[in-house]
T-cell receptor, first 113, second 112 residues
Framework: NSKVIQTPRYLVKGQGQKAKMRCIPE?????VFWYQQNKNNEFKFLIN????????QIDMTEKRFSAECPSNSPCSLEIQSSEAGDSALYLC???????????FGEGSRLIVV | QQQVRQSPQSLTVWEGETAILNCSYE??????FPWYHQFPGESPALLIA?????NKKEDGRFTIFFNKREKKFSLHIADSQPGDSATYFC???????????FGQGTKLSIKP
């Protein structure tokens, strides 16, 4: 019964294709996180926002990953050119504040073939 | 150092026993320590959390023991039930950083 809504639940992309995932945070939660969980269950922090501003992000020097949280629209995470290694569960979470409980959505499972 | 180390990687206990999962951290600025559990095919869900003002937090069968000096904390699951079988993750964060750093996970199996 997650109150963080992620879509789509599953997406299958060919290598080189764009993959876009969306997240609606829980009402009243201004802080949004994106994590990647790989097949070994390891969590990799990608980026977080407070309202529309980026708080922290990993070094996305490959520039294949981009994310935004526009006002009055769902947050999104996009992979510009999918690679096989991007296959993972992408988890969105929201929180009332930094340093507080994260509430996760059900995730978007990306399979890159 | 931002790492959170978790052990064991997997744990099997009999129904009714106490399961003990362990974590350690290095960053002394961490001030929030939650435990999440994750069932297959589902997303992580908060189980219980503690802040360093306390060295123990209980919620039903679940207890966190926290040792600030040694930078360790553990989750004790009393009277383990088969329905507790899941992967458990410890994590840590601080207010300024915001992001949760997760441990590697412990796959817990409860034998009936």
């Amino acid at each position: 019964n997650s109150k963080v809504i992620q879509t789509p639940r599953y997406l299958v992309k060919g290598q080189g294709q764009k993959a876009k995932m969306r997240c609606i945070p829980e009402k009243g939660h201004p802080v949004v996180f994106w994590y990647q969980q790989n097949k070994n269950n390891e969590f990799k922090f990608l980026i977080n926002f407070q309202n529309q501003e980026v708080l922290q992000q990993i070094d996305m020097t490959e520039k294949r990953f981009s994310a935004e949280c526009p006002s009055n629209s769902p947050c999104s995470l996009e992979i510009q050119s999918s690679e096989a290694g991007d296959s993972a569960l992408y988890l969105c979470a929201s929180s009332r504040d930094t340093g507080n409980t994260l509430y996760f959505g059900e995730g978007s499972r990306l399979i890159v073939v | 150092q931002q790492q959170v180390r978790q052990s064991p990687q997997s744990l099997t206990v009999w129904e009714g026993e106490t399961a003990i999962l362990n974590c350690s951290y290095e960053d002394s600025t961490f001030d929030y320590f939650p435990w999440y559990h994750q069932f297959p095919g589902e997303s992580p869900a908060l189980l219980i959390a503690i802040r360093p003002v306390s060295n123990k937090k209980e919620d039903g069968r679940f207890t966190i023991f926290f040792n600030k000096r040694e930078k360790k904390f553990s989750l004790h699951i009393a009277d383990s039930q088969p329905g507790d079988s899941a992967t458990y993750f410890c994590a840590a964060s601080n207010y300024n950083q915001g992001k949760l750093i997760f441990g590697q996970g412990t796959k817990l199996s409860i034998k009936p």
